[in-house]
């Protein structure tokens, strides 16, 4: 299992992180999808890093917290970034409801938080982040959870050597 750690000063430390880890994707995955299931506790940073990669590609607007609207979607240029938050959700077949697996196709990255809520609906992630408190600052793990996951950890370690 390939894994990398990195400590995140700050909320901008942490959006920064985003921002430098969607190009990352964005340039190793091509055409095809990219999914990331991010873990942690409220208030743990994951809609700040969301913020952080949907504005590295570009998106000049408000990056919104999905937390009542279980997805928010994001229209760039030459690919289409879903951020969504299961918080509220009660039970997974609401995910067939609203059509869930129209969401996963060709150039599109989906942003998962609380994903267990979704468990058995959704597809497996590409690459798992797990954010935790660190005192004052935030601590950021990444795990592979597939060949473009470790792809895109391999790049990161070689960046931040």
Not at 43 to 58: D, F, H, P, V, Y
Not at 126 to 132: G, Q, T, V
Request: charged share 20%; glycine share 8%; hydrophobic share 35%.
């Amino acid at each position: 299992m390939i894994t990398y750690y990195q400590h995140l000063a700050d909320e901008q430390a942490t959006c920064q992180f985003g921002a430098t880890l969607v190009k990352l994707i964005y340039n190793i995955t091509g055409d095809n999808g990219f999914i990331i299931y991010l873990n942690g506790e409220l208030g743990a940073g994951k809609t700040t890093l969301s913020r952080g990669m949907i504005q590295g590609l570009g998106h000049s607007g408000n990056v919104k917290s999905p937390t009542y609207t279980l997805v928010e979607e994001y229209h760039l240029a030459d690919r289409h970034i879903y951020h969504f938050d299961l918080y509220r959700l009660n039970d997974p077949e609401e995910l067939e409801f609203m059509g869930i697996r129209d969401y996963f196709t060709a150039n599109t990255i989906c942003l998962i938080e609380w994903a267990e809520k979704g468990n058995g609906t959704l597809h497996s992630a590409d690459l798992l982040i797990n954010l935790a408190y660190d005192e004052n600052a935030r601590r950021i793990e990444l795990i592979a959870n597939s060949s473009r996951g470790a792809d895109i950890i391999a790049q990161l370690q070689h960046i931040t050597e």
